[in-house]
């Protein structure tokens, strides 16, 4: 990637640094659309920053402060700053962290005050007559209760992935809600946070979370002339329910908008455009070039639809658009999983086509949140005997690799590690996990139908790994009344039945779900790319497939009638179904460099094509149908 | 931001002492071993996080017996939890609103108001009970080689836990940090019981006091002489060229000067080359062993920092022009060139500073350690005048940054340039032995409180006062008890010479006006005064005699109160003159506060001496004469002298109406008959305009001290003071040391 920092200036890099150059300070919101890079107008400023006011920054012992939606996208600002000590790059809850911590005693006394809220809370529910889960409550209320006086003797809180009070650890929602509150209340934390951050740039500022913006408003509002906030984001991109989309501008604050796209051909510049007409009406410019023999050249690239009913053959419809692709455009790569990226509203129509529909269900619907994300990188408890232990040793298995298979067991087999074994000792234990393993292997094929349970009593039977203690809860079905760790009331419910559905899911499925973890698959959600971009993006709209009514593309398209809600939402101007799908739409769509096929599964073909030819969105020789597949497929057999 | 104050505790001998620093310079003062290095060494190793310079002799002695008390019974220790001591350093600062920013883990919270924050480092057992396990685990490993039989005293190490903990302090003991909360400390910076300190995280604690505090230390420049001997010993030019190497990597581009290095070195090396050819054509003959091809080339390497190192002059202009006569730095009084390069150190000191980019602290701290060495005493106070202008913080950052200055010293010069305000006195307090500590006094807040301080600063400044760097303070009459006193102490109380002693020469009267500031600073004292032996004024007396009244002291009021009871100082008088009193206020309103000579001169002991309180640190005595038998022709009497020179006439009435003491001017042409005849006699004498008591002094200190003696009222202060000391303290520092070590070993 090369840096940001050396791309040539935009109008709206100019614009931006004559309001960080402006005394009293200004504030501003940057609006950027999808392949603007934004992120590099962004590092521009910070870098204008670190070389004009690197002298008044250092004797005040102040930092130019910038918010990151994501680690990663911090480092990668953190590398294009060289690093420079003046900048603050992090995350919106360490960056909240940060200014909090210090202040033990006031998160001390919040502490205090939230667990008291959550009893108060609980009180009432046992008090309403017809509470059913009244025993349960009595339980939790008589928890909350208990950590109200471990608390009261704590002197550190720290952060961590999720609260522990106890244990004196906040999660994520607590920093946020815990140093919010502390900005509103105290004028002194205000007066600090201007003074050690005299500028506070906030990427996807389209996501934070409202009650963020509102108090860093604050600082301003008070200590404006000395503090300067800049908002980086595009409205239309706003993906997560929880962020505040547009951030209204105040008095004295300047707009810039950031017209350009570098990202999109043009062909996909034009559709990105027409999704987004409705919307603010941004029109985004220039488009992608490449140079070819020293010469720039606007990249034309292709942007086309396929309307397909919804029907048992979506999965290998898809394959066929892929087919037909590559006799389109003449090019192999469609088919080719690593060239292209299949963007798709959840995760399970990739479970589907890479075969663990029932693992995903189990660990996903209904289930603990730990499991639902910790089953999207492969961390989830439950998972890890698969992925620790039984897919390793039956990778090595099947290519002979026995001295590797010997190597995991000795370091994982309580068998092995027990007592130092001797001679005849040692060849008994041996051959039996010689024969767990083969055991293993063989319900791992995949024309196996051992479930997961089969496959964890097996490796419990011949002693071959040690099981996690909440596994052989599970299995034993013991000590699954207890709840002690957890502050969600049905968790162990929840955490009961998701666990007897995993048990029950054939065990061959972790094949499929390993190069899922392991990225090899094209797929990703059109919600978890944000910044990311591909040269070939196929679009599956699929309302079938979501499991929420957050979205809908079949209301987006006018194909289903809206309900009452969504009217209602409508009227009152607030985000809607309609204007939530279109975001969706444009995020997913604005990720083509070059190429991009839309696929839209839906229940009424004939009113869609009639629906999306008026929409101008695509090109009418850009829209396709079943019976378009159909010729390639015939012209290939010829 | 500033400090306001800190505290240290159990480091050496400050068990527990405050020390106030103004927010400019504040003066460490005090007698020898009272603390003040020690101070400054604390402060330098806290702050620094000198964790390796720790030494188990840091500890402040009260802590050893307690340190092996833990490990003689490790198991016992072990199990009821007991806690190794810690030695701690608690500083607080004044901070402004601008500040709060840097000082974020200081602040207790949100809701906060203060000014005044505070940190505290505390150097602390990792663990206390893994120390005694690895301790125990150490002395059973060598329990074979402890030799049987109880005369062999060989026992090997670790003999008791300092011994342990003498080899392994630093793997033991680590620096903790915490946020002080001002709320919870008393008036003195006392922690309120019950108050535990916020520990910080520990990857917190040491970025934090960078970032607020920079402590550097001038040391003290004994070593800087004319003759370059010593390794200390550099001129101003190597001074300079220091100064110069650091800020010469911000002129690289200079190339001016890099060229004209250039030609030079080019031109060096083809002379050295014809100079040295020969020679070394004729070594490279000898031939090296192991080396087939010998070659050497001698050339030089110029650049800049090497050239103002060895080739640059510093030269005193006489002129002021560069080109005008000048002297070569080695030409220049050492006294001039000490206070230049001790300037220089300072500014390079504070350059060091300034131009550290990344986290400069806030606040620097310079301590410098008795400036006045080699410096006479014009130049010690053209020092610590302009000091402060010197070290001025100049342009944007003097908004954010600040010097502070402590400075070490036992100079009274240094004193007087200053005034009270900055001083801050290290007293000595406790028995010798463990038990022997410091206190630190701010003599700002005595400076506040006394109604004499205006008196006492000028009488200071006047007088060129030690009194805050001696071990005791005698307080006499006048001239002629100043300059005999020596020659007194000599006669009487040879050991007295040991000590530090400072001799006031103040007079009856303003003796009591020293009553508060001898208090204050807790220094024994001996007050060497006189009867002054007046009538009493009756009532019906018209005014006009007043003319008659021979006034001590013109400007106190006329009146002594004793019990009540109102006096009016009449003319002078005998002692034994009925229904005297006495005219010195020491003696009426101070000790032991009676004003009729009678019972003065029948007063008990016990009365002249006023004891330590809880309050006031220091022993008085009050000493004035007393009936003392005088022999005089044939004759045996009781009698008192009225005055120091009468009293000495009385005492020493053979030597004195002697032909060959005729010089100190005390004979009587007619030789009295009797001894009351003598004193009188004497007493008009001494009145006289024509007695110089100069002459008197000087006189008796030009004879044999074989021939006269100390009057006795002196000899008894003497000896008083002779054994005061004894008690205060018998034994040096080191040797405390020494024998407590020995002491703890066995």
Redesign the interface.
Known sequence: MTKRINSPDTEADIMLRKCLDRTPRTSFVMIAGAGSGKTTSLVKALSHLVSTKSN?L?????QVACITYTEIAAKEIRNDVANS?LVHVSTIHSFLWTIGS?????IKKWVIQRIAEKCLEIQEKINKPRTRTRDRLVLELDRLKSQLGIVESL??FNYGTGSNYAKGILGHDDIIKLVTS?IE??K??K???S??YPYIFVDESQDTFPNIVSSLKLVDHIFGKDFCLGFFGDPMQKIFPTGIGEIAIENSWERITKPENFRCSQRVLKTVNAIRKPADGLEQTRGRFEIIEGKEFPVEGSSQIFILPINDFRTSNVKRVQQWSTHKFDDDSWLLDDKIKVLVVVHRMAAKRLGFPNLYSAMNDNSPSSFKDGLLDGTAWPLKPFMNFVLPLINLHSSNLNFEVLNILRAQSPKLTKNILKGDDLRISLAELKKGVDRLAEMMRSDSTATVLDVLKIIQEYEMTSLDERLLDHLNETNLVETDEDDDENLKATEISSMQNYFACPANEFLGYKKYCDNESPFATQQGIKGAEFDKVITILDDDEGTNNLFSYDKYFGISSLSDVDKKNIAEGKDNVISRTRRLFYVSCSRARKDLIVIYFTSNVPEALRLISETGIFQKESIFLEKDLASIIIADNL | MKINCFRIQNFRRLKNVLVDLESDISIFVGANNSGKTSASYALDMFINGQKDKFTIYDFNSSCWAIINEIGDDAGKSIAEEAELPHVSLDIWFNIQ??D???V??L??????EGSVIGLRIEFQPKSTSDTLLKYKEAQEKVAKYVPKGEDKKYRPWPRNLIDFLGKHLTQEYEFKFYSLDRSKFDMDFNQNENY?P??L?SDRGKPLVK?LLRVDTLQAQRYLSDQASSARAEDLSKCLSRFYKRNLEKREDDHEALSALFDSENQLNSHLKSVFDGMLKRIGTLGYPGVSNPHLIIKSALNPSSIMSQDTKVYYSMDGSTDGVSLPDNYNGLGFKNLIYMVVELLDIQAQWLDE????A?LQLIIIEEPEAHLHAQLQQVFIRKILEILAITG??AN??STQLAITTHSPHMLYERGFRPIRYFRREGNAGALQHSVALNLSLFYKSDPEKDFLERYMRLAHCDLFFADAAILVEGNVERILLPAMIEKSSVSLRKAYISILEVGGAYAYKFKNLIEFLGIPALVITDLDSVEEKKISESEEDDEDVELEIADYEDASENGGKKYRLGKACLPAHEGAITSNQTLARWLPKMTLISELLSCDMKKLIQLPTETNQSTIYVTFQRKVNVRWNGENVEVAGRTFEETFALENAEWCQNDQAKHIGLKIRKKPTSVNSLAEKIHKRVKSSSFSKTSFALGVLSSDPGVWTVPKYIEDGLKWLTERLKVDDGIESEELIETMITEVAE
């Open positions: 008044e250092r004797r005040k012992g102040q000590p210090p202040f033990q005693k006031d002197h550190y502390l209340e105290h002194m934390l007066a600090i946070i003074q050690k | 609103e601008n709060l920013h840097r974020l883990d602040l207790p919270e949100l809701s906060w535990t916020l520990l995280p970032s980019k990344e986290d400069r806030l944007e950052d954010y940054y």
